[in-house]
Each structure stands twice: as structure tokens, then as C-alpha cells.
């Protein structure tokens, strides 16, 4: 499934292609950052906020 995604100063909007029904969604995320994905629900690092997500145990 294709994702693409483009920043934008007060949202986050994705871009997706479902390899189910071959529709085309938009969808918009109200945010200035992503703290995880809306799609698998995993912690995204950031690295302009330090060491607020490194672990010993993470998945990284």
C-alpha cells in the first residue's frame, strides 16, 4: 500500500493507495509533529526532540 505524505505548517496530510480496492484517500492529521503512525500505531523518532524515545528495549 503506497503511502505518501507532505508536511504542511498545521497538518500532516497522507496519501494513500489501497492494494484492496484501488481507491485513492486523503487523509489530513491535525498536528505539528507525529509522535506515531496513524496506520500501524508504532512510535516514530524524532531526533530534533533528543533522546525522548531511545530505549534499551525499543524497536529501533
Do not use: A, H
Amino acid at each position: 500500500m503506497p503511502v505518501e505524505s507532505e508536511m504542511e505548517d498545521d497538518y500532516i496530510l497522507y496519501k494513500v493507495l489501497c492494494d484492496y480496492c484501488d481507491e485513492k484517500y486523503n487523509i489530513k492529521c491535525v498536528s505539528e509533529t507525529i509522535d506515531y503512525c496513524p496506520f500501524c500505531g508504532n512510535m516514530v523518532e524524532d531526533l530534533t526532540r533528543g533522546d525522548r524515545y531511545n530505549d534499551e528495549n525499543s524497536w529501533n
